[in-house]
């Protein structure tokens, strides 16, 4: 935030919000607790629960710890709503099939295949 400081907000979570566009008092009061919190998550940062709770908590005057706790339920269906609306994120690889690709020893012969004609014990089958 700008030079004013709110009530649960540190030097850490100003600055998430400065960099997300939210620079004031009103500008959090514009978009709430949960848009603001979304605005940080969907930016790359890694937030946790207490930051929706504290963006509350700055937005109504009291301590983070004193949310009460129906509130707090409140406040995750409304996140969990508005994530739910969100189009996916750009630039997110989509779940699928992971290969390993490993380099060094280029000299290194490549594994053994196993066809499986073999039997048990590594002999023939004459007796």
Known sequence: ???????????KSAAWLRQVGLRSVEDLQAIGAVGAFLKVRRAGFK????????????????HWQEIPEARRHQLL???????????????????GPVSTTRYGDDDAAPPAED????SEDGGSDED
């Open 1 to 11: 935030m700008s030079t004013e400081r709110l009530r649960n907000i540190g030097p």
């Open 115 to 118: 066809d499986g004609a073999d």
């Open 77 to 95: 269906a409304e996140l969990e709503e508005a994530s739910a609306r969100l189009p996916a994120q750009r630039g997110t690889p989509v779940g």
């Open 47 to 62: 937030p946790s629960l207490n930051l929706l709770y504290s963006l509350e908590g700055a937005l109504v005057g009291s």
